[in-house]
């Protein structure tokens, strides 16, 4: 598949900022990121999903129709050079039930970046569009809305403005759990989201990827439970590597690292752990589409194209 980088983002750049998933329960931090925002000289659009207080379940920003619509608008109408997501929690299933690819023009790529629950949202931009997205900090989240020097933020905005400034990553806090290199384009995410797109037509299989696991709040026999799917479903077929992210309240640390070699180690694929990708870190911005070189023993992805264009 052919991908298609984003543009990179300028200053007076309108972009959209949108809830496709659960509500901003938080309006102040809402508020705060949207200044982070116009400090960088973007200019923030709030779409009516990311103010509805849950309108219709109190999980739910709006209506699943409601959330579709305006992600079809923000990914369609020029007006918007980036699609920002304000916030994770739950939901991105169903706007994605509703949304109609047919009416996205795949040659006009823009920038979307969330995590979390977002991720559902990131893999379907490869598998429907072949959009280069990513998997970075949310507007009403921590990193993002404690204001324009956090460092979640600054890595963001240097990718975003400043794209041929960034070659890789490079993760202080490494380990090595299985040793070795490997290339691939960049997939993953929040490993629940891989798991719960499972069988839909959405779902991109990591057949020579390197993929990002990263989870949150999942009891060990419920992480265990996801990887196994994962496994068993043949998603992990032909992968070439593995990053690991950040497992927070998961379980105890060791008891964690020894679930995830033993359910992953034995695939035979270099594996890094320990990345600051994901929950409750300093957050780097992880690419989504991008082609890639893991190095588990450098603790390093290095990427072997420019994230956006410009």
Known sequence: MKMHRPPALKPGDTVAVICGSSPVHTPERLASGLRALEHVGLRPEVFATA???????????????QRAAELTRALTDPKYAAVFLARGGYGIQRTLEKLDWNAIDPSRPKVVVGYSDATALLEALVVKLGWVSLFGPMVACSGFYEGPDEYDFKELM??????????GLAFPGFRTLVSGQAEGITLGGTATLIAASLGTDTSHPADGAIVLFEDVDELPFRLDRVLTQIRRSGYLDGVAGIILGTFTECGE??????????RLGDL??????GANLGHNTAMQTYPVGVRASLDADLGTLTYLMPVLEG
């Open 158 to 167: 240097r990718l975003l403005f400043n794209p041929a400034e960034v070659k």
């Open 253 to 262: 640390p060791e008891q964690v690292d020894a679930l995830l070699a033993e």
């Open 268 to 273: 035979g694929v270099p594996i890094l752990a």
């Open 51 to 65: 103010t509805d207080p849950g309108s219709v379940y109190d999980y739910l920003a709006g209506t699943d129709e």
